[in-house]
C-alpha cells in the first residue's frame, strides 16, 4: 500500500510542522499517526516514508525509484512483511529543493514514519538530515550521495550510490584515455553538481588537464549561449556538466546547434535518464555519462527478473537509479530480519553491519554511511539509448 502527498506544504505549514517535529524528540515521533492509516491497528504495518520528487524536472526520476521501491515492498509484503509487519510506503514531494525536502522530511516524521527511503537530489536531502536524525530513525538514499551526507556524524545515514566523488575520478580517468588536454566544468550550482564540480577540479590539476574557472549556471537557466561563448573562446576540448540532466539536454542540443559538434560531451550520474535522451533528440548521440554501474548494465537472472518485473508492473522500463530504490528497499528488510525488530535504533545498528548481494553488486556500509565496493563505468548514447562505452578508463 502506498499514501501519496502530491500537494507541496506551505511556508507556514512547513514552519510550523518543523517546529512540532522538534518538539517531539526522539520519542514522541513514532506516537503520530495519519489520518489515513487511523483505522489499522498498530504494530500491524512498518510505516516507510519516501521523499521523492514528484513534481519539477526531475519528476521522472522520482517516480521511477519510488516505482522500484514499491515493487520491492509488494513482493516482501507478498511474503509475509518484515517480521510480520507489512511494509506501507508513505510518499511526500520534494520537487529536488532545500526548503520543500526539508519541509516533506518533517511532515513525514509528524506521520509518525519508522524509517526512510528517499532522495533522489542531495540538495533535498541535506537539510532534512538532522531532522530524520533527531528522530532517530534509519535514512537510506538511494541515489542522493553528495559526499556532504556522509560529512555531518549522523549515525543514521546510509548511500546506496557511491560517493559522488568517483564521478570525477571517472572523468578524470576518460578524458586522460581520450587526451583530453583541456575541459570546460559546469555546474547548476545544486549541491550535488558544486560538489563533484569541486572533486572533478582538484583531480584535473592533479592529472594536469587544464580549465577554466568553473562555469556556475543557475538551475533556471534554459539559454546556454553564454556557456557557449565561453566554450568557443576557450577552445576547450571537452565539457563536464555536473548538473541535472533536463539542463543538460538544453546544453548540449544548443552546443551541437552553434556547430560545437567536435567538442567531447561528458556528464555526471545526474545526467543518465532517457528523459535526457528525449529532450536532446539526435544531439543526444555520441554524448557520454559518468556513473556507478546501473540497471542498464546489469547482467544475468537476477536483473532481468527485475527488469520484467517492473516492466509488468510499471508498463514501462525501469530508469537510472531504480535498481538503487529497490535495493534500498530490500536492504532497510535485511536489517529489520537482522535486527529481530523494526525498532528504529536497532535497524540502524543493523545497517551498519549489513552484508547484502544486491542488483547494484555488493551492499554494505563505510562507519560514516558511505556505499562501499560499487564501480563507475563511462556510458555513451547510441542510436537514442545508453551502452557501455566501448573503450572504459
Not at 160 to 180: I, Y
Not at 209 to 216: C, D, E, G, M
Not at 281 to 299: E, P
Not at 347 to 360: D, Q, S
Request: charged share 15%.
Amino acid at each position: 500500500m502506498v499514501l501519496r502527498n502530491r500537494g507541496l506544504l506551505s511556508v507556514a505549514a512547513a514552519t510550523s510542522v518543523a517546529v512540532a517535529v522538534a518538539g517531539y524528540g526522539l520519542s514522541g515521533a513514532s506516537t503520530v499517526r495519519s489520518h489515513a492509516t487511523a483505522s489499522i491497528a498498530s504494530g500491524s504495518v512498518y510505516k516507510v516514508g519516501v521523499p521523492m520528487p514528484e513534481t519539477g524536472p526531475n519528476a521522472q526520476a522520482g517516480t521511477e525509484i519510488f516505482d522500484a521501491e514499491q515493487l520491492a515492498a509488494d513482493q516482501i509484503n507478498a511474503k509475509g512483511g518484515v517480521l510480520g509487519h507489512k511494509i506501507q510506503l508513505y510518499e511526500q514531494d520534494t520537487a529536488c529543493e532545500a526548503q520543500t525536502g526539508a519541509s516533506a522530511d518533517a511532515k513525514l516524521v509528524s506521520l509518525g514514519v519508522q524509517a526512510f527511503v528517499g532522495n533522489y537530489c542531495s540538495g533535498a536531502a541535506l537539510p532534512g538530515e538532522p531532522i530524520v536524525a533527531r528522530a532517530g530513525l534509519p535514512n537510506l538514499q538511494p541515489s542522493a550521495n553528495d559526499p556532504a551526507l556522509t560529512q555531518g556524524h549522523f549515525k543514521d545515514v546510509f548511500l546506496l550510490d557511491p560517493n559522488s566523488t568517483g564521478d570525477a575520478t571517472e572523468a578524470t580517468a576518460f578524458f586522460k584515455m581520450m587526451h583530453v588536454k583541456k575541459v570546460l566544468i559546469a555546474d547548476d550550482q545544486s549541491a550535488f553538481g558544486v560538489s563533484v564540480a569541486q572533486a572533478a577540479a582538484a583531480d584535473f590539476r592533479h592529472a594536469k588537464i587544464k580549465f577554466p574557472t568553473v562555469q556556475a549556471v543557475p538551475a533556471t537557466t534554459t539559454d546556454f549561449s553564454a556557456v557557449i561563448s565561453v566554450i568557443k573562446s576557450t577552445g576547450v576540448q571537452a565539457v563536464y556538466w555536473t548538473g541535472y540532466y533536463a539542463q543538460w539536454a538544453l546544453l548540449v542540443k544548443q552546443a551541437r546547434a552553434a556547430g560545437l559538434n567536435k567538442v567531447v560531451y561528458v556528464g555526471a550520474d545526474s545526467t543518465v535518464d532517457p528523459a535526457f535522451i528525449s529532450g536532446a533528440g539526435a544531439a543526444a548521440n555520441g554524448t557520454y555519462a559518468t556513473i556507478v554501474r546501473t540497471t542498464q548494465l546489469l547482467k544475468g537472472k537476477q536483473a532481468n527478473l527485475f527488469t520484467r518485473q517492473y516492466r509488468a508492473k510499471f508498463h514501462s522500463a525501469p530508469g537510472p537509479y531504480s535498481a538503487f530504490g529497490y535495493d534500498a528497499m530490500n536492504t532497510l528488510a535485511a536489517a529489520a530480519r537482522k535486527a529481530h525488530s523494526i525498532a528504529p535504533a536497532k535497524v540502524i545498528a543493523a545497517l551498519h553491519k549489513i552484508h547484502l548481494n544486491g542488483l547494484t553488486g555488493p551492499v554494505s556500509f563505510t562507519k560514516a554511511g558511505a556505499r562501499v565496493g560499487a564501480k563507475f563505468v563511462v556510458l555513451e548514447v547510441k542510436h537514442g539509448a545508453y551502452v557501455s562505452a566501448p573503450k572504459q578508463p
